[in-house]
């Protein structure tokens, strides 16, 4: 069985950091592009940022630039978004995703999803 879990999310104040994590178990994702979505109350599943297979380019929202950075350790089967200057408008569910293609990642289709996990900036 294919799973990917996240952790990791926690209720932070403005202006703090988080590291998220996600492990994948049930099938290697070491050639798989992997990435995080985020889906506040209210509105629509939302791309954050994703790492190709090899590490060697990530993808970033705008919303998010300069304020995470993903990355991966393949021999660990885990992907990071470590999350700094937090913002009340980062409160959402987070989401991992793995894609056997960079481009279809990003546009949220075909992936393969972890549960979710919890982020909640208070102001």
């Known amino acids: 069985q294919v799973q990917l879990v996240e952790s990791g999310g926690d209720l932070v104040q403005a202006g703090g950091s988080l590291r998220l994590s996600c492990v994948a178990s049930g099938r290697t994702f070491s050639n798989y592009a992997k990435g995080w979505f985020r889906q506040a109350p209210g509105k629509e599943r939302e791309f954050v940022a994703a790492i190709t297979w090899g590490g060697d380019s990530a993808y970033y929202a705008e919303s998010v630039k300069g304020r995470f950075t993903i990355s991966r350790d393949n021999a660990k089967n885990t992907v990071y978004l470590q999350m700094d200057s937090l913002k009340p408008e980062d409160t959402a569910v987070y989401y991992c995703?793995?894609?056997?293609?960079?481009?279809?990642?990003?546009?949220?289709?075909?992936?393969?999803w972890g549960q979710g996990t919890q982020v909640t900036v208070s102001s």
């Open positions: 995703a793995a894609n056997a293609l960079s481009a279809r990642l990003r546009a949220g289709t075909g992936n393969y």
